[in-house]
């Protein structure tokens, strides 16, 4: 019930095989359902989380730029569902209701993040001819935070078994997305500095 980073993973399968991976946009999702985990159980993963787990979310952050002048830029940034490389042992899972919300939680953090990424952006200025440089340092940082936040959620939560501490992730995760509800647009425009 871990959540894989797969940034880098995604953007070399894309130049190896030319081949883009299926993915949905979490603002597209609107019903987070077992009939999205398409993927086959991997056994890398069960050999790294265990032979008990039980399904397996994989999300990205992703961020495409286009400068439309000189001094000013327009940036997509991404929350995105992998369905092809996300699985489940569904319907043959213990408390399938609550794992279900557990592995939305993974998809909501990095809806989080996508939303983070959004404001500090905006409250950002960038160079105009060293944008791209700095929205990438940005973005790396904010992807490794990302990626230890999700490491951390299942660590503490025991992979939603631990109840308590899950309803103390699931309030956390709520109350993230209502902070940041002004940031759910993926599309920001920016006016670069000279």
């Known amino acids: 019930m871990k959540v894989l980073l797969s940034f880098l993973f995604l953007t070399t399968g894309y130049f190896l095989f030319g ?3 299926v993915v949905i946009a979490y603002a597209d ?8 985990f398409e993927g086959k159980i991997n056994k890398k993963h069960l050999d790294e989380m265990g032979h008990n787990t039980g399904a397996v979310t994989v999300s990205s952050l992703s961020y495409t730029t286009l400068q439309t002048s000189p001094v000013h830029a327009r940036i997509t940034i991404t929350a995105r569902f ?3 490389e996300s699985w489940t042992k569904y319907p043959h899972l213990k408390d399938e209701k609550d794992a279900l919300k557990h592995e939305k939680g993974h998809l909501d953090i990095t809806e989080i993040y996508a ?24 973005f790396q940082k904010a992807a ?3 990626s230890n936040e999700q490491i951390k959620y299942d660590r503490e939560t025991h992979h ?11 309030a956390w ?14 599309e920001i425009e920016l006016q670069l500095v000279d």
């Open 29 to 36: 999702i609107d019903d987070f359902s077992w009939e999205l």
């Open 82 to 84: 992998h369905p092809e």
């Open 173 to 186: 995760i709520e109350g993230q997305l209502e902070a940041l509800a002004e940031y759910t647009i993926p």
């Open 19 to 21: 081949q883009e991976p």
């Open 115 to 138: 939303r983070r990424i959004r404001k500090i952006v905006g409250d950002a200025q960038f160079s105009a001819d060293n944008f791209k440089g700095e929205l990438k340092q940005l």
């Open 144 to 146: 490794k935070d990302h």
């Open 160 to 170: 939603s078994i631990n109840r308590e501490e899950q309803v103390k992730w699931d």
